[in-house]
């Protein structure tokens, strides 16, 4: 068993670079996934009935697709129609959509529960459109909802593990590679376990972060 | 059209409203001028909060008009309704104080102050912190600048809505039930800094239960009942010989309560 993982040791640089590209598009469709929500969110609340509809249908479909699926249609089935994405962008686009879709209704319930006088104190000074949204709504969504959105950061760290099966070289792939090429699938395999999990605790520190945040101003 | 006078800086034309099945405003009219401090009273459910709401077009108001120092709110020039940023234009120009406050909670005191200036009005920062914190001082908080709202007490948070409000150099400042969220207590301390802008000659709309401050601070009581104004007056005379047998009922049971 040592034996074992003094291979995987040996493939550190493999396993460090998947590690890496894990990172990059965990962060970029975190990034990426968030903006897009910001749209959608206040799409998902507005009065104009069929906005909300449309919006509505769109992040509904998306919660209830398996993510697997998702990466498949999106990387082999979109060529169908002329549209040929490479396999970062496929996983990227992937990836971000179908988190958008999460992050626009943790966005929209945390909206609902909040008090309205604030945000129509807002209205009252002079505030609409984006700028109400993104200086009066926004920030105490981010905060009340900081633990549900890192709840969704991790979940993204994890579903892009199957993007392995786009040939994307993340971690899982860089696992499995190894393991494919020694035989040694327990060590290959619990190391990226553990790697996936100091991801996750990375994202829980910032979590705590942004809650010490929410907390002096509850 | 344009029948202000003057000195009106509000002047309210024939504003009706109506949710539903329930017509909670009926043909209201009166004019307020500079320097005045009117206050609305009158039985709960006798669409005074509506009112104020209408004033700003935090409710659209279904008849008549409304002339912020002769300019015409809701509806342009073209005679259209106005868009959210014509709107807006003209908020900023309407201070208003919140029965519960509304303070942004992730702002801190000073914050919520300079908000609206700065990214609202464009004005310059430095002064705009400058005057935010004479605001302060003015009603008695200066030491909390850099506390969220959430540390402070309800007549602390009040005084704060009120210095949000000033901050924005409003023509006109409307106050929606200022004092009724509050601990018995806590009013007095709100009921003072209101005093003191009545004194220096604000202008003023304030819909309140508290009869003491409308017979002293006021310069004419609006008295409402079902959604009309049944009566107004200089308070001296409302108080004591009002000239409705709904006013002097609505006084008694005040009085005695």
């Given amino acids: ?218 | 059209m344009g029948m202000t006078n003057d000195m009106a800086v509000l002047d309210v034309a024939g504003i009706s409203k109506r949710f539903g099945d329930l017509q909670v405003l009926s043909d209201i009219s009166f004019t307020v001028t500079r320097g005045e401090t009117v206050c609305v009273l009158g039985p709960s459910g006798s669409g005074k909060s509506t009112l104020l709401r209408c004033i700003n077009w935090l409710e659209r108001p279904d008849a008549g008009q409304i002339y912020l120092n002769g300019d015409r709110i809701g509806i342009n020039n073209g005679g259209v309704v106005m868009s959210d940023r014509e709107l807006s234009r003209v908020r900023t120009r309407i201070g208003m104080v919140f029965q519960h406050f509304a303070l942004w909670p992730h702002l801190t005191v000073l914050q919520n102050l300079m908000e609206a200036p700065v990214q609202v009005q464009k004005r310059p920062v430095a002064e705009v912190r400058e005057e935010a914190m004479a605001l302060l001082a003015k009603v008695g908080l200066s030491d909390k600048c850099d506390v969220f709202p959430a540390r402070l007490s309800g007549g602390q948070k009040q005084r704060v809505g009120i210095a949000r409000a000033l901050a924005m150099k409003p023509d006109v400042l409307l106050f929606d039930e200022p004092t009724s969220a509050l601990d018995p207590e806590l009013v007095g301390e709100v009921l003072l800094v209101m005093r003191e802008l009545a004194r220096e000659g604000r202008t003023m709309v304030i819909v309140t239960h508290e009869m003491g401050f409308a017979r002293d601070a006021a310069t004419r009581i609006l008295f409402m009942d079902r959604g009309r104004v049944v009566e107004t007056g200089r308070p001296e005379r409302f108080f004591v010989s009002p000239d409705t047998e709904r006013a002097r009922q609505f006084i008694q049971r005040y009085a005695a309560g």
């Fill in chain 1, 1 to 218: 068993m040592i034996r074992d993982f003094a291979i995987v040791w040996s493939e550190r640089d493999l396993l460090l670079s998947g590690l890496g590209n894990t990172t990059i598009l965990s962060v970029l469709s975190a990034i990426a996934g968030l903006v897009i929500a910001f749209v959608l969110t206040p799409a998902l609340m507005s009065k104009r009935r069929w906005l909300a509809l449309a919006v509505r249908v769109f992040v509904d479909g998306m919660r209830c697709v398996p993510f697997l699926l998702f990466a498949y249609i999106v990387y082999y089935g979109l060529p169908s129609f002329g549209i040929r994405l490479d396999n970062w962008s496929s996983g990227l686009v992937a990836l971000t959509v179908y988190h958008a879709a999460y992050l626009a209704e943790i966005l929209r319930g945390a909206w609902a529960a909040q008090p309205r006088e604030p945000l129509e104190a807002g209205v009252a000074f002079g505030f609409s459109g984006p700028r109400l949204f993104r200086r009066i709504i926004l920030p105490p969504l981010l905060l009340a909802a900081g633990p549900i959105i890192g709840n969704q950061m991790i979940q993204i760290v994890k579903d892009s593990a199957f993007l392995t099966i786009i040939a994307l070289p993340e971690l899982t792939h860089a696992a499995s590679s190894i393991q494919s090429r020694h035989y040694v699938p327990f060590a290959a395999f619990i190391t990226a376990v553990f790697l996936y999990w100091g991801l996750c605790l990375i994202i829980e520190a910032g979590v705590s972060g942004i809650d010490r945040l929410a907390a002096a101003r509850r």
